[in-house]
């Protein structure tokens, strides 16, 4: 199975199963990660810095396309509410801006 690992996590790694959301995987991993809108795709504030395997992600939802073309979600970003890992493993980044304040992050 395909891993993500989150840099800013003391690179963190986690599994995520086919067909799992990168949120529904960071969550059974243990891992608290922001997403105000209950993780429906109604907001951005779930959103991960992917640094690199972009190419191992499904293709962008419909939720993620209207993001991308308002300008809330950049070209290297994805919304882990929505994103799948299919084909490999790939490296993120939480954003400064949705950072907890209870969680420990590293540089």
Same mark, same amino acid.
């Given at each position: 199975?395909? /891993?993500? +690992?989150?840099? /800013?996590?003391?690179?963190?790694? &986690? $599994? &995520?199963?086919?067909?799992?959301? #990168? #949120?529904?995987?960071?969550?059974?991993?243990?891992?608290?990660? @922001? *997403?105000?809108?209950? %993780?429906?795709?109604?907001?951005?504030?779930?959103?991960?810095? &992917?640094? $690199? %395997? @972009? $190419? *191992?992600?499904?293709? =962008?939802?419909?939720?993620?396309?209207?993001?991308?073309? /308002?300008?809330? =979600?950049? +070209? /290297? $970003?994805?919304?882990?509410?929505?994103?799948? =890992? &299919? +084909?490999?493993?790939?490296?993120?980044?939480?954003?400064?801006? +949705? @950072?907890?304040?209870?969680?420990?992050?590293?540089?």
């Amino acid at each position: 199975m395909p /891993n993500i +690992t989150v840099q /800013n996590l003391h690179d963190c790694e &986690v $599994e &995520v199963a086919p067909g799992q959301t #990168l #949120l529904k995987a960071l969550q059974a991993a243990g891992i608290d990660w @922001m *997403h105000a809108c209950g %993780g429906k795709g109604r907001c951005t504030t779930c959103r991960i810095i &992917v640094q $690199e %395997g @972009m $190419e *191992h992600f499904g293709p =962008l939802t419909a939720a993620e396309e209207r993001y991308r073309s /308002n300008g809330r =979600l950049k +070209t /290297n $970003e994805r919304l882990t509410c929505q994103c799948t =890992l &299919v +084909t490999g493993d790939a490296i993120g980044r939480v954003p400064r801006q +949705t @950072m907890l304040p209870h969680m420990k992050y590293s540089s």
